[in-house]
């Protein structure tokens, strides 16, 4: 298989090939993940979650998200992997000023990210400008943002009633022009997950919790294979249960990202 890249990635958009992407964040689970044919890895600051034991992803420093994304990108590279590899802006990593943003973005490219990804809209737009006028590609992320947990009230559906729809679509809109590739929607109604997919030609909406309509879909690694903590989201599949191993059950969630059987319709978070 040839890298995923960027152009591959609207090729995909643009042909109506669903993107299948999994978090990772060790270099073994990676390679196997990229051999099972997985399109995008995502280094997620869940990593504090998964792997930390923390409440929530607030607690989650740049450094940890650097050394977990090098351990990713050093499996990917022990096995040729062609997986495009995305890393999290951590919590109070990219607030402050763009100048921090960038500071930050460039320890995880120089980590081996190929493409960094950010909460949030609205004040966010300038700093994804400023970043991608400088070639780091950029993934955004809507709806759902569990940086600011707090200050949502809980993890809960976003998006919903007018006024919120609406300023989801704008906030969609003004970070695709700004050069975001990727937006990830995380917990938002169905249907205006795939308006918002619709209305963006040049940017690829990757889907948790938000239906099937969207280009493509995320899970958390842990979530998919049925190892947890605490409360397991109602959109979650455990693909292990019915495959019966860690490869066959990324093949599987690759294969049924690919013919939109996942998720189906009880799938969703709301
Ligand atoms: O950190 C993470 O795992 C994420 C995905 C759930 C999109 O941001
Ligand atoms: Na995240």
């Known amino acids: 298989r040839k890298p995923v890249s960027l152009p591959r990635l609207q090729q995909m958009r643009a042909a109506g090939e669903k993107i299948a992407m999994l978090t990772a964040y060790d270099a073994t689970l990676a390679a196997v993940a990229d051999a099972a044919g997985v399109d995008c890895l995502l280094v997620g600051d869940s990593v504090g979650m998964v792997c930390q034991g923390l409440p929530s992803t ?11 994304t090098a351990s990713v990108a050093r ?3 022990r096995v040729q992997g062609t997986a495009w590899l995305v890393a999290d802006l951590p919590y109070g990593s990219y607030a402050e000023s763009r100048e921090q943003a960038l ?3 460039c320890q995880l490219m120089q980590a081996g990210a190929h493409m960094v990804k950010l909460e949030g809209g609205g004040w966010t737009v300038p700093t994804v400008a400023f970043l991608v006028e400088r070639g780091i590609p950029v993934c955004a992320h809507l709806g759902l943002t569990p940086q600011t947990v707090h200050a949502l009230g809980g993890y809960r559906v976003q998006g919903q009633g007018d006024q919120a729809a609406r ?10 022009d700004a050069g975001a ?3 990830v929607l995380e917990m938002v109604p169905a249907l205006l997950a795939a308006e918002i997919t619709d209305a963006l030609a040049h940017c690829a909406t990757i889907g948790i919790g938000a239906g099937r309509g969207t280009a493509g879909q995320v899970l958390v690694m842990h979530d998919m294979l049925g190892a947890h903590l605490g409360r397991v989201p109602r959109f979650v599949h455990d693909f292990l249960a019915d495959a019966g191993s860690v490869r066959g059950a990324f093949e599987a969630y690759v294969r049924a990202v690919k013919d939109g059987r996942f998720p189906d319709d009880t799938r969703h978070a709301w």
């Open 181 to 183: 590739r990727l937006l």
């Open 58 to 68: 607030v607690g989650v420093q740049l450094d940890t998200m650097a050394y977990h």
């Open 167 to 176: 300023q989801l679509r704008a906030d969609a809109l003004a970070l695709q």
């Open 103 to 105: 500071r930050s973005a």
């Open 75 to 77: 499996g990917l590279q």
